[in-house]
């Protein structure tokens, strides 16, 4: 089976550094997703880690520590428009779209 | 470039009706894939197809079915609708089968009363 933790809700400040995180219990691990999800909208792609460490991508950087099941999402130099919901979602071998099992998600509030 | 398409953006349906949904992916994209994401939880997987074959089924009954078009556009159809479908249905492109980076689509919103 899987299973995908992550936080239900996080307030955080403009201008601010937040960090959501995500723990994953999944067989045959194959790499970790990020999206973001504004409401009413379609989740849209942040990043992808397959290997141990960290990846940056201007104020957003994801990190996955495979021997741990464990991934975050930091984002930098908050701005109001960071509000939004977001997904982890781990990625199980085999390629294709049923490998991927997405988190409840994290409603990120930012307030001035 | 058009991202995504989806139709109708909303829809309303009495328990028992047939619904049909409609994606037509990004041009180049042969994979479309099919979430249902109910309000406050992350999407969960109904179907793959690539080259217009399923490749993927989720943890859905047999109410649901989808297909491809040889023009990669897709199609997902619910039977015999009960309350608990009302959702969110997004639909996924990704160039390759192997899902790297999909584009979603603004999702179809189902109420169903």
């Known amino acids: 089976g899987q299973n995908i933790d992550q936080p239900t809700e996080m307030t955080a400040t403009e201008g601010a550094i937040v960090q959501i995180n995500c723990t994953y219990q999944t067989s045959g691990f194959n790499g970790l997703f990020w999206y973001q999800q504004h409401a009413g909208e379609a989740p849209t792609f942040l990043s992808y880690n397959v290997l141990d460490g960290l990846e940056e991508k201007g104020r957003f950087s994801s990190f996955l520590s495979r021997s741990k099941g464990y991934s975050y999402l930091l984002l930098k130099e908050l701005q109001m428009k960071d509000s939004a919901s977001y997904l982890c979602a781990a990625w199980r071998e085999g390629g294709g779209a049923d490998g991927l099992t997405f988190g409840k998600g994290t409603h990120l509030i930012i307030q001035p | 470039d058009a991202g995504v398409t989806q139709s109708p953006t909303h829809l309303i349906k009495t328990r028992g009706q047939h619904v049909t949904l409609r994606c037509s992916p990004i041009s180049g994209h042969k994979s479309v894939s099919w979430y249902q994401q109910v309000l406050g939880q992350g999407p969960q997987f109904i179907f793959q197809?690539?080259?217009?074959?399923?490749?993927g089924r989720g943890n859905f009954p047999d109410r649901f079915s989808a297909r491809q078009f040889p023009n990669y556009s897709s199609e997902l159809n619910v039977n015999a609708l009960l309350l608990g479908d009302s959702a969110l249905y997004l639909c996924?492109?990704?160039?390759?089968?192997?899902?790297?980076?999909?584009?979603f689509g603004q999702g179809t919103r189902l109420t169903v009363v």
């Open positions: 197809y690539y080259e217009k074959e399923e490749r």
């Open positions: 996924a492109s990704s160039l390759q089968e192997v899902v790297l980076e999909a584009f």
